[in-house]
Protein backbone atom coordinates (compact mmCIF):
# COMPACT_ATOMS: atom_id res chain seq x y z
CA UNK A 1 0.00 0.00 0.00
CA UNK A 2 1.51 3.28 -1.05
CA UNK A 3 -0.63 6.69 -0.07
CA UNK A 4 0.77 9.54 -1.83
CA UNK A 5 -0.09 13.45 -0.39
CA UNK A 6 -0.44 16.74 -2.90
CA UNK A 7 -1.54 20.11 -2.63
CA UNK A 8 1.32 21.64 0.67
CA UNK A 9 2.84 24.91 -0.51
CA UNK A 10 3.27 28.50 0.77
CA UNK A 11 0.15 30.30 1.66
CA UNK A 12 -0.31 33.72 3.34
CA UNK A 13 -2.21 33.82 6.70
CA UNK A 14 -5.99 33.71 5.95
CA UNK A 15 -5.65 31.81 2.77
CA UNK A 16 -6.38 28.37 1.83
CA UNK A 17 -5.18 25.18 0.77
CA UNK A 18 -6.43 21.85 -0.35
CA UNK A 19 -4.48 18.54 0.11
CA UNK A 20 -5.31 15.84 -1.25
CA UNK A 21 -3.90 11.57 -0.42
CA UNK A 22 -4.40 8.82 -2.78
CA UNK A 23 -3.90 5.16 -1.16
CA UNK A 24 -3.02 2.57 -4.07
CA UNK A 25 -2.21 -0.87 -3.67
CA UNK A 26 -5.59 -1.68 -1.83
CA UNK A 27 -8.57 -3.17 -3.05
CA UNK A 28 -10.62 -3.08 -0.37
CA UNK A 29 -12.35 -0.07 1.46
CA UNK A 30 -10.07 1.63 3.99
CA UNK A 31 -11.57 1.70 7.13
CA UNK A 32 -9.85 5.03 8.56
CA UNK A 33 -8.27 7.78 6.78
CA UNK A 34 -6.40 10.73 8.70
CA UNK A 35 -4.72 13.78 8.34
CA UNK A 36 -1.89 14.30 11.12
CA UNK A 37 1.22 17.24 10.93
CA UNK A 38 4.68 17.88 13.01
CA UNK A 39 5.42 20.93 13.23
CA UNK A 40 9.60 21.91 13.76
CA UNK A 41 10.10 20.82 17.43
CA UNK A 42 6.82 19.67 18.08
CA UNK A 43 5.51 16.18 18.08
CA UNK A 44 3.28 14.40 15.34
CA UNK A 45 -0.42 15.51 15.90
CA UNK A 46 -4.12 14.30 14.82
CA UNK A 47 -5.69 16.82 12.87
CA UNK A 48 -8.61 14.98 11.41
CA UNK A 49 -9.65 11.81 10.52
CA UNK A 50 -12.70 10.24 8.68
CA UNK A 51 -14.27 6.78 8.68
CA UNK A 52 -15.71 4.58 6.04
CA UNK A 53 -18.99 5.33 7.18
CA UNK A 54 -18.39 9.21 7.28
CA UNK A 55 -17.73 10.03 10.86
CA UNK A 56 -15.30 12.87 11.08
CA UNK A 57 -13.27 14.00 14.05
CA UNK A 58 -11.39 17.79 14.39
CA UNK A 59 -8.45 19.05 16.52
CA UNK A 60 -9.63 21.65 18.55
CA UNK A 61 -6.87 23.82 16.83
CA UNK A 62 -8.73 23.09 13.33
CA UNK A 63 -12.65 23.09 14.18
CA UNK A 64 -14.18 25.48 12.00
CA UNK A 65 -11.55 26.28 8.84
CA UNK A 66 -10.78 22.70 8.37
CA UNK A 67 -12.76 19.95 6.66
CA UNK A 68 -11.83 16.30 5.94
CA UNK A 69 -13.60 14.08 3.12
CA UNK A 70 -12.67 10.86 1.37
CA UNK A 71 -13.99 9.37 -2.37
CA UNK A 72 -13.75 5.82 -1.77
CA UNK A 73 -13.86 5.03 -5.48
CA UNK A 74 -10.48 6.64 -5.94
CA UNK A 75 -9.18 5.55 -2.15
CA UNK A 76 -8.70 9.49 -1.32
CA UNK A 77 -8.72 11.69 1.08
CA UNK A 78 -9.17 15.25 1.63
CA UNK A 79 -8.22 18.08 3.71
CA UNK A 80 -9.88 21.80 2.76
CA UNK A 81 -7.86 24.01 4.54
CA UNK A 82 -9.34 27.42 5.36
CA UNK A 83 -8.34 30.42 7.04
CA UNK A 84 -4.88 29.52 7.52
CA UNK A 85 -2.88 30.70 10.48
CA UNK A 86 1.26 30.80 10.53
CA UNK A 87 0.92 28.02 13.76
CA UNK A 88 -0.70 25.73 10.95
CA UNK A 89 3.01 25.38 9.34
CA UNK A 90 3.88 21.91 9.60
CA UNK A 91 4.69 18.82 7.71
CA UNK A 92 1.25 17.03 6.94
CA UNK A 93 0.74 13.17 6.91
CA UNK A 94 -1.81 11.13 5.59
CA UNK A 95 -2.69 7.95 7.67
CA UNK A 96 -4.30 5.11 6.29
CA UNK A 97 -5.92 1.87 7.95
CA UNK A 98 -7.62 -0.98 5.80
CA UNK A 99 -7.65 -4.66 5.57
CA UNK A 100 -5.27 -6.72 2.97
CA UNK A 101 -6.65 -10.23 2.63
CA UNK A 102 -3.82 -12.65 4.42
CA UNK A 103 -2.05 -9.57 5.51
CA UNK A 104 -5.03 -8.42 7.95
CA UNK A 105 -5.23 -4.34 9.32
CA UNK A 106 -2.60 -2.39 8.46
CA UNK A 107 -1.66 0.89 9.32
CA UNK A 108 -0.12 3.18 6.52
CA UNK A 109 1.74 6.55 6.39
CA UNK A 110 2.46 8.88 3.26
CA UNK A 111 6.02 10.81 3.19
CA UNK A 112 4.21 14.26 4.12
CA UNK A 113 3.71 17.51 2.42
CA UNK A 114 4.64 20.67 3.51
CA UNK A 115 2.27 23.52 4.38
CA UNK A 116 4.30 27.06 5.47
CA UNK A 117 1.40 29.92 6.10
CA UNK A 118 3.63 33.19 6.22
CA UNK A 119 2.56 36.02 8.61
Known amino acids: VQLQASGGGLVETGGSLRLSCEAT????????MGWYRQAPGKSRESVAGITSSGMTNYADSVKGRFTISREDAKNTVYLQMNSLKPEDTAVYYC??????????????WGPGTLVTVSS
Open 25 to 32: GIASSLNF
Open 95 to 108: NAVGHRPGVGVGSY
